[in-house]
Every structure is written in C-alpha cells, then in structure tokens.
C-alpha cells in the first residue's frame, strides 16, 4: 500500500508537470482577483469549514484527524478530467494546481499543529510533500520545457503507470480497511464528508462570482476535489490509529462522486439546458 501510494504521488503530479510549461502555469497567477480567490478558497475556508463540521458533526479523533488533513489537501490528480466535463479554462487549472502545489508544502506544516492540537515536526510535515508532491510536479515541468517530445512520448506511459499504482493502493486499502470503511458508516463519517464537500463547493462557487466562469469553474472544482496523496503523505506523524487511512480513503471516493456531479452541473451545455427548461 505504501509503495502505490508513493508511485500515485509521484505519478500523478508529475503527469500534471508533464502537460504544461512555466509559463502556462505561473502566467494566470497574475491574474489577482484568480489568486486571492484560490488562496482564500484554499487556506481559508477549506480548513474552517472541517472545523465547523466537525463542531455540528463530532467524530473520533482519527477520523476528524483524516478530515482536517483532506482540508489542507485541495486540487487531486483526477481535477483535469472534470474540468474538461465543466469546459473549464485548461491554463488557469495548470496555475492552480501549481499553485495548490507550492501551498500545500508551505501551508500543511503550519496547519497541522494549529488545527490538530498536536506537537509535530514541521519538517517531518513537509518533507514528504517536497518529495513526493513538489519535487515530480517541477520535474515534469523542466522536462516539458526543455524537451517537448519527450514529454509526449513519457506522459502516456506515466499515465498508465499511474493507474496501476492507484490499484496497487487502492486494493490493499480495501483489503486492510474495508471492515473499518463498513464500520464508518455507523460513525457519521461519511456524512460529515459529504457535508463538508457541500460546504467547501458551495462556498468557493459564491466566492468566484469575482471570475469568469471558465475560470470559477477551475476553482470550484479544484477545491472541491481532495488530494488523496498529499493528505496520506504525513498520516503516520498525525495518527497510527487505521480510522484515519479510512477517512482519507472515503473521502477519496467521496471527492470523486461529488466533483463529477458538480463537474456536469458547471458544464455550459447543462446550464444552457436548465435555462431552456426554466424558460420553457
């Protein structure tokens, strides 16, 4: 489980570098009225809104320790594909995974003592992140940039790699934790993710009234998608009880329900649909 989980990080953010340049990624963020909105979205309202939850909605210490690491994880893997279903703007999801990545390394390390009450080391929190989140997502970068060809010929093969990696971490959760997700049911952790997801989209889509659609479409869908990997990289300084691995893996299927949902329902073609239906 730990090896998947490591070549899904690795993988997945540096597939992510593989498609854009520096350029594709860092030019959006001069966009100030995107930035703010994104960090706000991000660091903000993100953590606040898991506490809030977790005040109308009490779990077990691990499980509330799995949700409150999902709120400093924004933008997973899988966030291209459904902006793609939203027609979101390809540039500014580039900027804000990017961007979700930088802050993840910067921010996680502080969030995690403040929000979990708990004495751990900021670089025991960070470096994980460097490795396995920063370090593929530039080097994927370079490479697009210095050698566009082997870029293409590279990322198809990550990608299925990828995807192997996501079952070799996926089975053996299912595998070790299954009894524990089957007996989460019972603990009001499913909904206090799916209310959090709820909360955290809702929020962020008021917030972007600022953006252009195709790009509030990116923000929304970038917060409302949770980086499985990130949130797993400092489990074991948080937490050695399995209740929060399980957490984090409802909420991975969680996210992944939910922003599909909510992908559709940004598409332009559907609210094109709902209005007809409406003037109708």
Same mark, same amino acid.
């Given at each position: 489980m730990r090896v998947g989980v490591l070549l899904f990080m690795i993988g997945? &953010?540096?597939?992510?570098? &593989?498609?854009?340049?520096?350029?594709?990624?860092f030019l959006p963020l001069r966009h100030v009225r995107f930035l703010l909105v994104s960090l706000v979205c991000s660091w903000v309202v993100c953590p606040i809104a898991a506490v809030l939850v977790l005040h109308f909605v009490p779990l077990a210490q691990p499980y509330a320790a799995g949700l409150l690491l999902l709120s400093l994880a924004p933008c997973a893997p899988f966030a291209p594909a459904m902006v793609r279903i939203a027609k979101g703007d390809a540039s500014y999801l580039a900027a804000f995974m990017v961007l979700s990545a930088l802050a993840t390394v910067v921010f996680m390390p502080v969030g995690v003592p403040l929000l979990l009450g708990l004495k751990v080391s900021p670089w025991g929190i960070a470096r994980p992140l460097l490795l396995f989140v920063l370090i593929p997502l530039l080097l994927g970068m370079a490479i697009n940039t210095a050698r566009p060809r082997v870029a293409d010929w590279l990322r198809p093969k990550l990608e299925k790699a990828t995807i192997v990696a996501a079952l070799a971490m996926f089975v053996p959760i299912v595998h070790l934790f299954g009894p524990g997700i089957i007996d989460a049911i019972g603990t009001r952790a499913i909904a206090a993710q799916l209310l959090f997801l709820f909360v955290i989209s809702g929020l962020t889509h008021l917030l972007g009234l600022a953006l252009q659609d195709n790009q509030r479409s990116v923000v929304t869908l970038g917060i409302a998608t949770r980086n499985l990997g990130a949130a797993l990289a400092p489990i074991a300084a948080v937490a050695d009880d399995e209740r929060g691995v399980?957490?984090?893996?409802i909420g991975a299927v969680a996210t992944l329900i939910w922003s599909a949902a909510l992908a559709r329902w940004l598409s332009p073609r559907k609210r094109t649909a709902d209005a007809a239906m409406v003037a109708g």
């Open positions: 997945s &953010l540096g597939g992510v570098g &593989l498609r854009v340049t520096p350029r594709d990624a399980v957490m984090i893996a």
